[in-house]
Structure formats: C-alpha cells, structure tokens
C-alpha cells in the first residue's frame, strides 16, 4: 500500500522558517510528479509547488523567492524549505506524488505562522 507520510510541520512566528518532508513507502517506482499542495480553513487546496521526476520545477506565485522545492528522487522523498513566513501562508500541507495515471496524498502536516 502506497503511503506517504509528511513531517517537519509546526507552530512559526512572522519572518520565520520550516522544512516540510514527505517521504513514501510502498512502492517500487518512482513517482513521475512530486509536490506540496496547502489548505487554509475555509479555502480550497491549492498548489504550493511541484518537481518532475527531470527536475523541473514550479510554484505558485506567492511562494516564489520564499520556498524552495527539492527532492530525492531515489528514495521518492521530496522536501519544502520554507522561508520569511507569513500568516497568511496558515494551512495543512500536503504531499502529493503522481505516477501512471495515479494520485497519492499524504494525510497533511498543519503550519500555523503567528506571534
């Protein structure tokens, strides 16, 4: 059974910074996609970042400058350093992975970013 399983979550002050990890198990491929999408309360979940397999990556506009996706593709594990935070980057992250078609999420790992 494929899991994947985030960590590195927690409470930041303003200005702040986190290291989100999502390793996988379970499986014996490599995930074609690998990423981190976020929920804030009462919000859809949205995508904060995701890397390929080649090495390529994207990220959402309000990230940019602030977070950095990287990943090890030969465990699947994929990191999210984050950097300067802000309240408003307040949400559940989740680790996604694609393969085949197929979409894996993480159960979530809550960032709460307050004084």
């Known amino acids: 059974q494929v899991q994947l399983v985030e960590s590195g979550g927690g409470l930041v002050q303003p200005g702040g910074s986190l290291r989100l990890s999502c390793a996988a198990s379970?499986?014996?491929?490599?995930?074609?996609?690998m990423g981190w999408y976020r929920q804030a309360p009462g919000k859809q979940r949205e995508l904060v970042a995701e890397t390929t397999r080649g090495g390529s990556t994207t990220c959402t506009d309000s990230v940019k400058g602030r977070f950095t996706i990287s990943r090890d593709g030969a465990e699947n594990t994929v990191y999210l350093q984050m950097n300067s935070l802000k309240p408003e980057d307040t949400a559940v992250y989740y680790c996604?992975?694609?393969?085949?078609?197929?979409?894996?999420w993480g159960r979530g790992t809550q960032v709460t970013v307050s004084s």
């Open positions: 996604k992975g694609f393969y085949a078609g197929s979409t894996y």
């Open positions: 379970g499986i014996i491929f490599t995930f074609d996609v």
